[in-house]
């Protein structure tokens, strides 16, 4: 029997893969309340931001036929909440949404079908109308809310009439910062002595065109120019396609590279972020950054744009050094850290990760859910 201090959730996930996964897996091991997950297989993206919704509203009528409705409902943005709501038997049940990403923002890649200025609104406005409907809105970072909102303002001007702009304080008003939950402790285990002779340097990001692997390979081709010696470690999610600038890199970079592809274990990837030294991110697109947070526990030293959600993250305040604001200063930046390397000189960033475990993040979701109910 659930107790009075825990609430029956379910939680919807139309893309149930890789972080979304991962996310919803953990909130549920995490959480007081008693949750359960609605999900689809995490492929088709566009289609399960169409479609998904009619056959999740299916699993949750013959869920609720099968048990009690639950006290709330939580979602994210894969899901086009006005359509489920159409198909579900839905009454007077708090919808809460969180934002892992939004097609608003997201910068347009060459794959993509549609064109640059000519770009496929229909998930934008998927994406609007979830939110406009929502009760609350969880954005995982504070420049993810902020650039959602200021997006909608020109998004919305261009359509014809009707724009209904008075709807963006509508949903502001209701929007939180919810920072994602990370399950950083499972790397303790894990945890080397770093003996390193070179300084390495460390990609721990998806293989993909907006992590901007371009700026990144080509600022270690100009050190290496200069006969700086360093070493390097490329992980993270590959696709079936490798991209011309990894196949390029494997060329330039052979006698650098000691660790190449994706890791088929946890123990694998844990491995070599504990054996990094300095983790350059010239990343382009970034609604939280968990990536980052993980190597930065694993002690790697940071060097990040000040851009995205970085300076929110690692306080651009108190740390300007390890944030470049171009190229030019990007590679500047690299090269004292690689010039003057000593394993002691590298500061540790650990601190600023501690606050996103799940044991933390759990709590202020927890509450979240639990005061919505109340102020019913």
Same mark, same amino acid.
């Given at each position: =029997?659930?107790?009075?201090?825990?609430?029956?959730?379910?939680?919807?996930?139309?893309?149930?893969?890789?972080?979304?996964?991962?996310?919803?897996?953990?909130?549920?091991?995490?959480?007081?309340?008693?949750?359960?997950? %609605?999900?689809?297989?995490?492929?088709?993206?566009?289609?399960?931001?169409?479609?998904?919704?009619?056959?999740? *509203?299916?699993?949750?009528?013959?869920?609720?036929?099968?048990?009690?409705?639950?006290?709330?409902?939580?979602?994210?943005? =894969?899901?086009? &909440?006005?359509?489920?709501?159409?198909? *579900?038997? !839905?009454?007077?049940?708090?919808?809460?949404?969180?934002?892992?990403?939004?097609?608003?923002?997201?910068?347009?890649?060459?794959?993509?079908? $549609?064109?640059?200025?000519?770009?496929?609104?229909?998930?934008?406005?998927?994406?609007?109308?979830?939110?406009?409907?929502?009760?609350?809105? @969880?954005?995982?970072?504070?420049?993810? +809310?902020?650039?959602?909102?200021?997006?909608? #303002?020109?998004?919305?001007? #261009?359509?014809?009439?009707?724009?209904?702009?008075?709807?963006? $304080?509508?949903? #502001?008003?209701?929007?939180?910062?919810?920072?994602?939950?990370? $399950? %950083?402790?499972?790397?303790?285990?894990?945890?080397?002595?770093?003996?390193?002779?070179?300084?390495?340097?460390?990609?721990?990001?998806?293989?993909?065109?907006?992590?901007?692997?371009?700026?990144?390979?080509?600022?270690?081709?100009?050190?290496?120019?200069?006969?700086?010696?360093?070493?390097?470690?490329?992980?993270?999610?590959? !696709?079936?396609?490798? @991209?011309?600038?990894?196949?390029?890199?494997?060329?330039?970079?052979?006698?650098?590279?000691?660790? =190449?592809?994706?890791?088929?274990?946890?123990?694998?990837?844990?491995?070599?972020?504990?054996? *990094?030294?300095?983790?350059?991110?010239?990343?382009? #697109?970034?609604?939280?950054? *968990?990536?980052?947070?993980?190597?930065?526990?694993?002690?790697?030293?940071?060097?990040?744009?000040?851009? %995205?959600?970085?300076?929110? &993250?690692?306080?651009?305040?108190?740390?300007?050094?390890?944030?470049?604001?171009?190229?030019?200063? =990007?590679?500047?930046?690299?090269?004292? %850290?690689?010039?003057?390397?000593?394993?002691?000189? &590298?500061?540790?960033?650990?601190?600023?990760?501690? +606050?996103?475990?799940?044991?933390?993040?759990?709590?202020?979701?927890?509450?979240?859910?639990?005061?919505?109910?109340?102020?019913?």
């Amino acid at each position: =029997m659930i107790s009075k201090q825990s609430l029956n959730i379910i939680l919807i996930e139309p893309f149930y893969t890789g972080s979304h996964k991962s996310w919803a897996d953990s909130y549920k091991k995490n959480s007081q309340h008693n949750i359960e997950i %609605l999900s689809l297989k995490g492929i088709y993206w566009k289609w399960r931001m169409h479609g998904g919704a009619i056959t999740l *509203a299916k699993l949750f009528n013959q869920y609720i036929k099968e048990n009690q409705s639950p006290d709330l409902v939580l979602i994210t943005d =894969m899901l086009n &909440l006005p359509v489920f709501i159409a198909f *579900a038997n !839905f009454e007077n049940i708090p919808i809460i949404s969180f934002f892992h990403e939004n097609q608003l923002t997201y910068p347009w890649s060459t794959k993509d079908r $549609d064109k640059e200025k000519n770009r496929d609104h229909h998930y934008g406005f998927i994406n609007y109308t979830t939110a406009l409907r929502s009760d609350i809105i @969880m954005f995982n970072s504070n420049f993810h +809310k902020q650039s959602f909102i200021s997006a909608l #303002q020109k998004f919305l001007k #261009q359509f014809p009439d009707h724009n209904e702009l008075s709807t963006i $304080d509508v949903i #502001q008003d209701k929007s939180l910062v919810s920072y994602l939950g990370l $399950d %950083l402790k499972k790397f303790d285990q894990y945890k080397i002595n770093k003996k390193n002779k070179l300084p390495i340097i460390l990609w721990n990001h998806r293989w993909e065109y907006d992590k901007n692997p371009d700026d990144f390979f080509q600022c270690l081709e100009h050190i290496k120019s200069k006969g700086i010696k360093f070493q390097l470690i490329i992980v993270g999610e590959e !696709f079936d396609t490798e @991209m011309n600038i990894f196949t390029h890199a494997r060329k330039i970079f052979s006698k650098e590279i000691i660790h =190449m592809g994706y890791c088929k274990s946890f123990q694998e990837y844990a491995h070599w972020l504990w054996t *990094a030294d300095i983790l350059l991110v010239t990343t382009n #697109q970034e609604f939280f950054g *968990a990536s980052i947070m993980e190597a930065i526990y694993c002690d790697v030293h940071p060097l990040v744009p000040n851009r %995205l959600t970085y300076p929110e &993250l690692l306080n651009y305040a108190k740390n300007r050094n390890n944030f470049y604001n171009d190229y030019e200063e =990007m590679i500047n930046k690299l090269e004292n %850290l690689l010039s003057s390397y000593h394993q002691s000189t &590298l500061s540790s960033f650990k601190r600023y990760t501690q +606050k996103y475990d799940w044991s933390i993040i759990t709590q202020k979701y927890d509450k979240i859910m639990m005061d919505i109910i109340i102020n019913e």
